[in-house]
T-cell receptor, first 114, second 117 residues
Framework: DGGITQSPKYLFRKEGQNVTLSCEQN?????MYWYRQDPGQGLRLIYY???????QKGDIAEGYSVSREKKESFPLTVTSAQKNPTAFYLC?????????????FGPGTRLTVL | AQKITQTQPGMFVQEKEAVTLDCTYD???????LFWYKQPSSGEMIFLIY??????QNATEGRYSLNFQKARKSANLVISASQLGDSAMYFC??????????????FGKGTKLSVKP
C-alpha cells in the first residue's frame, strides 16, 4: 500500500537536545512538507521541498532544519534553538508543488520536551 | 486578516442527519484551491474533498459535498447522513497561486463535530 509513514509516534526530548523526526513516502511524490500543530490550532508550515536536494523555509522555520537527499525521505530536525518545540508534527506530500495538488498526510509525531 | 475563517468551534449533529460546516476565505489570487480535511482523535489529517477556483460545479465525494459560492468567498462542507465515525475536527484549507505563504496550505482553526446517536 502506498502512503506516508512517520516515526516515532511519540518522542520525548530533554531541553538542549536535537531530535530528528522521520518522514518517508512511497507515493512517488515530488513535493514534501512539514507542518506543526499546537493544541486547538490549525497547521503551520515549517519547511517544504519541491524536489530532491531543494527545500524552502515556511512560516515558522526558526529552530528547525531539514534535508532532502532522497525523493522518498524528508527528515526534520528540531534543534535546541527551537524555544517551544512541544507540539504535534505532521509530514505531507503531493505529486508536485502546484497549488491545486492535494497534500496527503502521515500519521504524525507528538514531541514533548521534558 | 485571517485567510481562512471557520466560525463554528464546535457543532453537534444527530446521527443520520446532514450537517454543514462553514468556511470563508480571503484571497486576491486569480487561482486557488480549497481543501477540507478531517482529523480524528488519532491525529492523522485525512483529505476529504477539493474545489478549484475555476471549477464550475460543486465538488462531491461520496457523503461529502462542497457548497462553493465564489462571489461570497465561502466553501462550506456538507456531510450527508452523519455517522458516529464522523466525529472529529474538520479543517478548511486553501492554497493560492501566488500566496504569501509560499503558495502552501493555509489552514483555518477547525470545527469540532460531534455526532450524537
Amino acid at each position: 500500500d502506498g502512503g506516508i509513514t512517520q516515526s516515532p509516534k511519540y518522542l520525548f526530548r530533554k531541553e538542549g537536545q536535537n531530535v530528528t523526526l522521520s518522514c518517508e513516502q512511497n507515493l512517488n511524490h515530488d513535493a514534501m512538507y512539514w507542518y506543526r500543530q499546537d493544541p486547538g490550532q490549525g497547521l503551520r508550515l515549517i519547511y517544504y521541498s519541491q524536489i530532491v536536494n531543494d527545500f524552502q523555509k515556511g512560516d515558522i522555520a526558526e529552530g528547525y532544519s531539514v534535508s532532502r537527499e532522497k525523493k522518498e525521505s524528508f527528515p526534520l530536525t528540531v534543534t535546541s534553538a527551537q524555544k517551544n518545540p512541544t507540539a504535534f508534527y505532521l509530514c505531507a506530500s503531493s505529486i508536485t508543488a502546484v497549488h491545486t495538488d492535494t497534500q496527503y498526510f502521515g500519521p504524525g509525531t507528538r514531541l514533548t520536551v521534558l | 486578516a485571517q485567510k481562512i475563517t471557520q466560525t463554528q468551534p464546535g457543532m453537534f449533529v444527530q446521527e443520520k442527519e446532514a450537517v454543514t460546516l462553514d468556511c470563508t476565505y480571503d484571497t486576491s489570487d486569480p487561482s486557488y484551491g480549497l481543501f477540507w480535511y478531517k482529523q480524528p482523535s488519532s491525529g492523522e489529517m485525512i483529505f476529504l474533498i477539493y474545489q478549484g477556483s475555476y471549477d464550475q460545479q460543486n465538488a462531491t465525494e461520496g457523503r461529502y459535498s462542497l457548497n462553493f459560492q465564489k462571489a461570497r468567498k465561502s466553501a462550506n462542507l456538507v456531510i450527508s447522513a452523519s455517522q458516529l465515525g464522523d466525529s472529529a475536527m474538520y479543517f478548511c484549507a486553501m492554497r493560492e497561486l501566488y500566496g504569501g505563504s509560499q503558495g502552501n496550505l493555509i489552514f483555518g482553526k477547525g470545527t469540532k463535530l460531534s455526532v450524537k446517536p
